[in-house]
């Protein structure tokens, strides 16, 4: 059995993160994705543990003062978080740990977890981002002006993270990553035996 480990997957909207962590996933035996907490209320078809885990704003605050979080974040009024316990009780099982989340939370997530991968998924350029943001047709000018302006931010620190993909082939890019994936467990499982 291999040893669990923590992939922290991140970078611009757009840049097919998404896309890459489904792929990942449909060809890892042993990956679990984790599964967020938040405040917000439950949309019709979501199911507690299963889309988010949901939580009174009382019992998010105090995960968050019993460290019983990764990473945290508001928006919109609402709290989002990592649970830790459910992350390292995958871990514990031998499987690899996929977080999917912004750039802030992954660098809090290193502070928590120092031997977490860091992965920044990278588009093959701005220019490329803009036309996969307008081509969704779910956004308007001044949420892809702002989308474009954080991505600007999140690409200058993708020098800081473990392993940068530039998305720009879709079917390399997910090998790519299954590679990194697979060799940082077997690496870790080398390290066990040692």
Same mark, same amino acid.
């Given at each position: 059995m291999r040893r669990g480990n923590l992939y922290v997957i991140s970078g611009p909207s757009g840049a097919g993160k998404g896309t890459l962590v489904a792929r990942l996933v449909e060809q890892l035996g042993d990956a679990w994705v984790s599964v967020s907490a938040t405040t917000r209320a439950p949309r019709p078809g979501e199911r507690d543990g299963e889309h988010y885990?949901? =939580?009174?704003? @009382?019992?998010?605050?105090?995960?968050?003062? @019993?460290? $019983?979080? =990764?990473?945290?974040?508001?928006?919109? $009024?609402? =709290?989002? $978080?990592? #649970?830790?316990?459910?992350?390292?009780?995958?871990?514990?099982?031998?499987?690899?740990?996929? =977080?999917?989340?912004?750039?802030?939370?992954?660098?809090?997530?290193?502070?928590?977890?120092?031997?977490?991968?860091?992965?920044?998924?990278? #588009? #093959?350029?701005?220019?490329?981002?803009?036309?996969?943001?307008?081509?969704?047709?779910?956004?308007?000018p001044e949420s892809v002006r702002r989308r474009m302006e954080t991505a600007t931010l999140e690409l200058q620190r993708k020098n800081e993270y473990d392993y940068c993909l530039v998305n720009d082939d879709l079917e390399q890019a997910a090998q790519d990553l299954l590679a990194f994936v697979n060799g940082q467990a077997e690496e870790q499982s080398g390290d066990s035996r040692i």
């Open positions: 885990f949901f =939580l009174s704003r @009382e019992r998010f605050e105090a995960m968050v003062r @019993e460290g $019983g979080l =990764l990473e945290w974040a508001e928006f919109s $009024g609402n =709290l989002y $978080g990592t #649970p830790r316990a459910s992350v390292e009780q995958h871990m514990a099982a031998g499987q690899q740990v996929i =977080l999917e989340i912004e750039v802030q939370g992954a660098f809090q997530v290193r502070a928590q977890m120092p031997e977490a991968h860091l992965v920044f998924i990278e #588009p #093959p350029s701005l220019d490329e981002l803009e036309r996969r943001l307008v081509g969704r047709g779910t956004e308007t």
